[in-house]
């Protein structure tokens, strides 16, 4: 069975930094395009950022580039979000998520097979 397990979120102030962990179980993704959601209380689940199977290719939103980087450790089966200059319009519950497909990194959530539970962010002005 496979399970998506975020951890690191948190309650902070405006221009903190936060790290974001999500590993994964039950089979390995190290073919497979993993990508980080958030939604906002009232609003629809959006992309954040994504990363190819090798690492080689991110893609973020508009809002959060050059504040979040993303990035993966295949031997851990895990993906991480270090988000800085955190700011109130960050807070939401942000969820990560994977393909199942092989080599194919999207930004379209229907495109994403599992995803984890959540972990809450909320910054704080």
């Known amino acids: 069975q496979v399970q998506l397990v975020e951890s690191g979120g948190g309650l902070v102030q405006a221009g903190d930094s936060l790290r974001l962990s999500c590993a994964a179980s039950?089979?390995?993704?190290?073919?497979?395009?993993m990508g980080w959601f958030r939604q906002a209380p009232g609003k629809e689940r959006e992309v954040v950022a994504v990363i190819s199977w090798s690492g080689g290719y991110t893609s973020y939103s508009d809002s959060v580039k050059g504040r979040f980087t993303i990035s993966r450790d295949n031997a851990e089966n895990t993906v991480y979000l270090q988000m800085s200059g955190l700011k109130p319009e960050d807070t939401a519950v942000y969820y990560c998520?994977?393909?199942?497909?092989?080599?194919?990194?999207?930004?379209?959530?229907?495109?994403?097979?599992?995803w984890g539970q959540g972990t809450q962010v909320t910054v704080s002005s």
């Open positions: 039950g089979r390995t993704f190290s073919r497979s395009a």
């Open positions: 998520a994977v393909t199942s497909r092989y080599y194919y990194t999207t930004t379209q959530q229907d495109d994403y097979d599992y």
